[in-house]
């Protein structure tokens, strides 16, 4: 299984970004893909995430109403649209995969991750 996360980069507050994950080499209908972030010195935390059959959504609290999970079943791709971004969102991004169709915000029970891609908002 290969993630690839793409679509980070500089924004100012209140901007907009979209990151997006390629996830390639099964078939990943019966998976959850989720987003997770990383600030420096601090944990790794949840941010959204999504069944990929049928698109039930869950999102962290601090996301909640600016950020949106949205999947791509033909193009094998999910999506973190990110608006209204804010200084505290800055980290670097990663998607995960889970084997497994029960939603978990616990990022070791996420099977595959990516490689991660840095969101940096300014104020």
């Known amino acids: 299984v290969q993630l690839q996360a793409s679509g980070g980069g500089l924004v100012q507050a209140g901007g907009t970004l979209r990151l997006s994950c390629a996830a390639s080499g099964r078939t990943f209908s019966t998976y959850i893909m989720g987003w997770f972030r990383q600030a420096p010195g601090k944990e790794r935390e949840f941010v959204a995430a999504t069944t990929w059959s049928v698109g039930s959504t869950l999102y962290a609290d601090s996301v909640k109403g600016r950020f949106t999970i949205s999947r791509d079943n033909a193009k094998n791709t999910v999506a973190l649209q990110m608006n209204s971004l804010k200084p505290e969102d800055t980290a670097v991004y990663y998607c995960?995969?889970?084997?497994?169709?029960?939603?978990?915000?616990?990022?070791?029970?996420?099977?595959?991750w990516g490689q991660g891609t840095q969101v940096t908002v300014s104020s």
């Open positions: 995960a995969a889970r084997r497994n169709q029960q939603f978990t915000t616990v990022a070791a029970r996420y099977n595959y």
